[in-house]
């Protein structure tokens, strides 16, 4: 049973598994599979991406800029408790992990008001925008693919549950939930 604590990218966690030891997992009766920062990595991953995609489209001088990232920024930095006992280092290494680690301390910062608006303004933007392939392409290559099929359209909420149902895939396949 030692694959049970296997390595995820370098660390010593049970989050991120590939799907063959979730699978190797599941053969082993491990009760419980840890989905959540998994998850909402992935929902910050389709959100970041939609705004430079929103960027792109708009210009970065452009005054009605969701400005998610930077908005998101400020939060964490003036509300700390969910992150600054988790991330250490110089100030451009807890920025980094702010805005990228794995352990995904963002999620607690998603209900913040000035946060979800500035969500809510990236999607209306890019909702009265037709969103090119070639740049869907670039920052949403999975459903870039799935959009060319016409099995998902390329609206922001679409893209979004699109890019977090790739993880939630691997997970149901560990389980032979599908193929």
Not at 10 to 34: A, N, S
Not at 107 to 132: C, G, H, M, Q, T
Not at 156 to 173: A, E, K, Q
Request: hydrophobic content about 35%; proline content about 4%.
């Amino acid at each position: 049973m030692k694959y049970f604590i296997s390595r995820r990218c370098g660390d010593k966690h049970t989050d991120y598994q590939t799907e063959d030891m979730l699978r190797k997992l599941v053969e082993g009766h491990f009760c419980i599979l840890k989905v959540g920062p998994w998850l909402t990595y992935a929902y910050r991953e389709a959100l970041l991406s939609l705004e430079a995609m929103e960027v792109e489209l708009l210009g970065a001088d452009d005054p009605n800029l969701s400005r998610l990232s930077e908005i998101l920024e400020k939060t964490m930095i003036n509300e700390p408790k969910y992150w600054e006992p988790y991330y250490h280092g110089d100030d451009k290494q807890k920025a980094f992990k702010r805005k990228y680690s794995f352990s995904d301390r963002v999620r607690y910062y998603w209900p913040v008001k000035d946060i979800e608006e500035a969500k809510k303004r990236l999607f209306n933007n890019l909702s009265e925008i037709e969103i090119p392939l070639s740049l869907l392409s670039q920052y949403m290559p999975a459903q870039f693919y799935q959009v060319c099929k016409g099995s998902i359209k390329a609206n922001p909420t679409d893209l979004v549950h699109s890019h977090i149902n790739t993880v939630t895939g691997i997970y149901s396949r560990a389980c032979g939930l599908s193929d």
